[in-house]
């Protein structure tokens, strides 16, 4: 959307955004690329799926989505989201410990899997990404959102994982409609961490 936008109102061909989270998501592109902020902005605001955007300090954007889980719903819808390059990292399969920043990694894809798993036995109701609301899981879809390009992808895996460890841990009472959104971010972790581990040389497992 940003780098569309970027196209549309420079012509200047972009390769990413570079999105990270802050209290929304928040892209450098025009500071990096010296590029008229206000206009992209205002390019970006006419999203159908945008509520407003920002322009902050030296030209930074900060998007503000309508309806933030949305960002689950297109990385489920793609399951190509996150490859790239091979990535060049040392996680070793042992401790399995959350000392281990390869075992939460995996752990975390393992866990998104069993969620995606036991939904259906479970009887959890369909999901509405508009329920996705708590702090911690707006934290997520904008780790989730920055990861495709992101220039440090271990370090992005590790903080998504973490993330997801957050709101899997918040929420175990009995399945409840709220539980069906849960079930579609955890179906966007698992589309992310897997093709992240895929780029490490890994093949992902639904069980460790």
């Not at 899997?168 to 179906?187: D, N």
């Amino acid at each position: 959307m940003i780098v569309t936008a970027v196209r549309a109102v420079t012509g200047v061909v972009v390769s990413g955004a570079a999105i990270t989270w802050e209290d929304t998501y928040v892209s450098p592109v025009a500071v990096r690329h010296r590029l008229p902020a206000q206009a992209i902005a205002e390019e970006v605001a006419a999203h159908p799926g945008v509520s407003h955007v920002e322009t902050r300090g030296p030209g930074l954007l900060a998007v503000h989505l309508a309806v933030p889980g949305r960002i689950a719903e297109a990385i489920t819808r793609d399951e190509r989201y996150g490859t790239g390059a091979t990535i060049k990292a040392c996680w070793a399969d042992f401790p399995r410990t959350f000392d281990n920043p390869g075992f939460r990694v995996r752990f975390a894809h393992e866990r998104a899997c069993a969620v995606l798993r036991r939904a259906p036995e479970l009887g959890v109701p369909r999901g509405d990404a508009a329920a996705l609301t708590t702090p911690a899981e707006r934290k997520l879809l904008g780790l989730l959102a920055g990861f495709d390009g992101h220039r440090k992808p271990v370090l992005q895996l590790e903080r998504i994982a973490d993330a997801y460890h957050d709101v899997h841990e918040a929420f175990r009472e009995e399945p409840t409609p709220q539980h069906g959104a849960r079930v579609l971010l955890a179906g966007a972790v698992r589309v992310t961490l897997s093709n992240g581990l895929r780029r490490l040389g890994e093949t992902p497992r639904e069980r460790l």
